[in-house]
């Protein structure tokens, strides 16, 4: 088992996993996603569409694990692991997951669904960091695709962190933001003040969507109470067909 760090510094990740399925579902590609996870040495990683369970695919893919994705890809390198299913359909369920290296204390799945069938959550997990007095409280994010339902689960999400989050403790959101309009950051600098990794070092978020040729901003790292924060640049390849959004990650010092 890899050692969990002792410092209050570690690498974070996130990436919707697009339920283990290359662009427009050509191929099935958790194994080859594992790796490439495993080989940007995240401490904490953010999962949005990762799959829990499946009926069907099994059946079709010779590789398909046994265990949930989620757990799948923590494998031995993360310890500790918790999802929430947002979408539950006959077949199955996906929803968010985090896997950390640090413990995870406690968690909670904030149902966010407004209305019709798209189903969203906001996973909140409060994560004891070695070295650090206060607890880290990580939510990973997953929002929708229509701008209305995006602005009132963004409301439900500051309702959360006011409710939930002590205004001096770390605090940690990343996922897919879905927000390519770019509004969520001034929203949540002004009322949470919550400042986005990617635009506080380079002045605008990065593009993440589609991940084979990025164009849309949609996917965010956002942080409170952080000593230094600062993004990491990952290579075009393998993650361009892994996904239909490419990956984030930076470094995080409490």
């Given at each position: 088992?890899?050692?969990?760090?002792?410092?209050?510094?570690?690498?974070?990740?996130?990436?919707?996993?697009?339920?283990?399925?290359?662009?427009?579902?050509?191929?099935?590609?958790l194994?080859?996603?594992?790796?490439?996870?495993?080989?940007?040495?995240?401490d904490?990683?953010f999962?949005?569409?990762?799959?829990?369970?499946?009926?069907?695919?099994?059946?079709?893919?010779?590789?398909?694990?046994?265990?949930?994705?989620?757990?799948f890809?923590?494998?031995?390198?993360?310890?500790?692991f918790?999802?929430?299913?947002?979408?539950?359909?006959?077949?199955?369920?996906h929803?968010?997951?985090?896997?950390?290296?640090?413990?995870?204390?406690?968690?909670?799945?904030?149902?966010?669904?407004?209305?019709?069938?798209?189903?969203?959550?906001?996973?909140?997990?409060?994560?004891h960091?070695?070295?650090?007095?206060?607890?880290?409280?990580?939510?990973?994010?997953?929002?929708?695709?229509?701008?209305?339902?995006?602005?009132?689960?963004?409301?439900?999400?500051?309702?959360?962190?006011?409710?939930?989050?002590?205004?001096?403790?770390p605090?940690?959101?990343?996922?897919d933001?879905?927000?390519?309009?770019?509004?969520a950051?001034?929203?949540?600098?002004r009322?949470?003040?919550?400042r986005?990794?990617?635009?506080?070092?380079?002045?605008?978020?990065?593009?993440?969507?589609?991940?084979?040729?990025?164009?849309?901003?949609?996917?965010?790292?956002?942080?409170?109470?952080?000593?230094?924060?600062?993004?990491?640049?990952?290579?075009?390849?393998?993650?361009?067909?892994?996904?239909?959004?490419?990956?984030?990650?930076?470094?995080?010092?409490?």
């Amino acid at each position: 088992m890899t050692p969990r760090p002792k410092t209050s510094s570690f690498r974070v990740l996130t990436v919707n996993t697009h339920k283990g399925f290359s662009f427009f579902n050509r191929k099935f590609i958790l194994h080859e996603l594992r790796e490439a996870v495993r080989g940007v040495g995240a401490d904490i990683v953010f999962l949005q569409e990762v799959l829990g369970t499946h009926a069907l695919h099994p059946g079709r893919h010779a590789n398909w694990p046994e265990a949930p994705h989620y757990e799948f890809l923590a494998d031995s390198i993360w310890s500790d692991f918790a999802y929430g299913r947002n979408a539950v359909y006959p077949s199955g369920h996906h929803g968010n997951a985090v896997l950390s290296k640090f413990p995870i204390e406690r968690y909670e799945n904030h149902d966010v669904s407004i209305s019709g069938p798209e189903k969203r959550g906001l996973l909140h997990c409060v994560l004891h960091i070695p070295g650090c007095t206060k607890r880290l409280h990580a939510i990973c994010v997953h929002l929708g695709l229509r701008e209305s339902h995006r602005r009132k689960q963004l409301e439900l999400m500051l309702k959360i962190v006011e409710r939930d989050v002590p205004a001096d403790a770390p605090l940690l959101i990343a996922g897919d933001f879905n927000d390519w309009r770019v509004r969520a950051h001034s929203v949540l600098m002004r009322c949470a003040g919550l400042r986005e990794v990617f635009v506080h070092a380079n002045g605008r978020a990065a593009k993440t969507f589609p991940a084979h040729f990025p164009m849309l901003r949609l996917d965010r790292i956002y942080v409170r109470n952080a000593g230094v924060h600062k993004p990491l640049v990952l290579p075009r390849r393998p993650w361009s067909h892994l996904s239909d959004h490419a990956p984030l990650a930076a470094e995080i010092t409490l």
